[in-house]
């Protein structure tokens, strides 16, 4: 340990880079050392070997003998300590400037990092201005802030943090497909269907053209999906688990922080279904097995969140972990909301839709974690929902799943798979025409299914406690704002 | 052998599904024995089990004593042959129905398959009218053909091994880049940059909505993205390698079959790239990587295209494999264009574009395999790409790579990371405050990068030799069509 030290400060004092004890020559005379992400240098192995790093600077503190710098590369939330002589400073080295540091790996004297970089060469590739660059060094900036820097919060740790979970999170949500025997579809952007007949769509034509004639681009009214199901469905005639991750969208003029016009969902369908809980089987075993995989993988990450952005969400997650979803029907979920002893703005009564009150109520009710609700009235749900044939309430199978903090995460249903029945619901809202082809794949070949679709902004959302969905995404969309 | 034939007759020639010869009570009296995919009968392991299937009738033919049957359920090319007596033959049993089968898993006798499905039960799910399907037993329907019905072809075998294919390739990319240390970047589908400064956009706006003016949704003008590079350039200053895999959009008026107005590309950036040769070596990797992992886990269905749709092709892909990939110059293509005894429509002088009648000849000339051109003249690139500085030929530090059968697969460029050279060239454009944010970029610590995108269809066009773009798409989108 003394010898150590000794032999940093010896280094450290030393301005010329060649052959200072405790180094080889030919390690030492190497043009272009071993280049090394930041993560990797943090593995230990390579400690005592010349390398090459490059990132951008986080921290910098020159004192009289020595320049200490933080390095990071995106890697991990970690940044490589750096320390050099303090005549190896450059006026352009500060603050957010990118470089690239020679030298050699050694075990850190402190306790905080396991390793450091003794710096032999820094050369400062891109600098950074710090009176403009909007991030201040050793201020931490909250995530509103900096969401007014699209282009930029990616360099911050928090942001930074979130993109390496949220890409995680899209490994996983493969993952479990894959390994539960989905098979992916591109389902598309563009499509002629409204789907669920919402006015909540965006049109689509090039500029100057005339929207919705003959002379279109496609020659019919299109739109930006809002929904991939009908297309899982036509899959589901031949594969009997599919599934689709791409964005959808909504034009609903709402600045609210669980909405925006673009957002990714993630989509699945499942042919032969017996029961609508072969659907809320699938919702919680993705939703368990996406989360373990983020904090398997992206401890430090989550951490951040849960220390800084919300205190206390943690024990709120390993609850969501712990205890399986309980699922109870609509008419059940209207009769805790009537028994309570809260006052809703919304009506309470058998038939009307849940809101979003009424949502956080129920999770609350539930023990704060997860909860299904299925068997919604039948009114309420689109043409595809199956009828549950239970008059006089009249129900379809549909479920919800609703989440702490954010409300419904997830929505599906069975789907109307008998012909005669789904044909007469089409042709009571005037769409048999439309949904020709829909009634084909109950003509041939028909077999029981159901999907949902879970949005993976709010499933983020959800697990990191950010209040705000806006912060969950890199570039979000919503109305009056469309950034980059 | 013969014992096996023998019980086998008994089996089928009884009608009562209790108790028979070689089958213990127990095991037949199960109400619901395991539900078994039709991959995982062939493995072997469940031959003498009792077993349920589930799927889609692919061939049906009663004889006196016995109906064979063919069931499909998705998950592999194969289907699984079931044996069952006469008697259990159903008016609604054909080609094209969903049934489910309970019977006990035999070794077969036949060679052609490694087992069979001797059925004790099977219950038609949904019928199919063989009249009005389009598909007919026996028949080999054309590629061509079976796209008239976009909601069907799933159930064909070419288009069932396309989606597999489809499914392993796309698995195979974020594996790759997984493996590689890339991050995955959501890039945004709305976008108000117009990228390339291209005429070729989408517009999106709510219906009835004015576009571009200050009522509008999102205030500014916006558009179908057409390339994920901006956005992907924005989070290169922070992670070194990124990239990302999703829809992209060109209203180009063309039914060619190399073009879509909807198609998927992946992109890449890489951070401090030192020459072009740091994209080329990924291209290549990348390109390698996921042809090796659809090999390994598709061999059936890449067959099935190598086979019948493209004869002879798996020998070009072979090749492909076998070499590495060629960089010419394209100062070096001209030359090579020039000297050739061949006719060209379109001029083959320094500074013109590359033509695709140009692009196949270059790629025939260098051998059938892929070939990397770099180094286009500078005014023919957008204003991102890196200026050589190499006066007076004045090049741009661009590449493509263009492949057999289809030209064109990769486009990529280092970038502009000099903040002088790019603003100025910006000036020229007029587009200075437009871009100022992609010129802040350049401004905090900036790094020289560079990176690529791949048309994902044209990649699975020259993999199994698939001559129309429209053939490895669910759902193709293009001039004066968007079915579904």
Redesign the interface.
Known sequence: MMFQTVTRALLLSSMTPVCRSGVTVRRYCMKNPTKL?VSEAFLDAQVGENVRI????RSFRPQKQNLFLHV????SLKSLQVIAPAGMNDPLLGF???V?VKGILKKSPHSKQPVELEAEQIRV?????PV??PFKIKERHSLEYIRQF???R??TNAF?SL??I??EA??AV?SYF?NN?F???????????DCEGAG????????GTT??NEGS??????Y?TVSGQ??LE??S????RVYTF??T?R?E?SQSRRHL??F?MVEAEI??TESIEDLTKVMEELFRSVTESVLAHCEEDVDLFHKYVAPGHRDTLDDMLRKSFPVITYTEAIDILKRSSETFTFPTDWGCDLMTEHEKFLVKHCGNIPVFVTDYPYDLKPFYARDNQDHPKHTAAAVDLLVPGVGELCGGSLRE?RLDLLRSRLGECGLEDTYS??L?????????HGGFGLGFERYLQCILGVDNIKDV???P?F??????
């Open positions: 992400r490059q990132g951008w600077v990071n590369d995106g890697s957010g400037c990118a690239e590739i891109g600098e950074c201005n403009d660059f699209l282009h930029l990616c360099r930074s993109l390496r949220r890409s899209t490994a493969h894959k025997g098979l992916l579809i591109h389902t598309p952007t563009i499509t002629s269907n909540e769509l965006f049109q689509v034509e090039p500029p929207f919705a681009f496609f020659s019919v009214p299109v930006l009908l297309h036509v899959m005639g031949a594969f009997p791409g964005p969208f034009a003029n016009a673009e990714f042919s032969f798979e082809w829909y084909d794949l109950r003509r041939f070949g028909s077999v029981p995404i890199p570039f969309r109305s009056h704002s469309c950034l980059l």
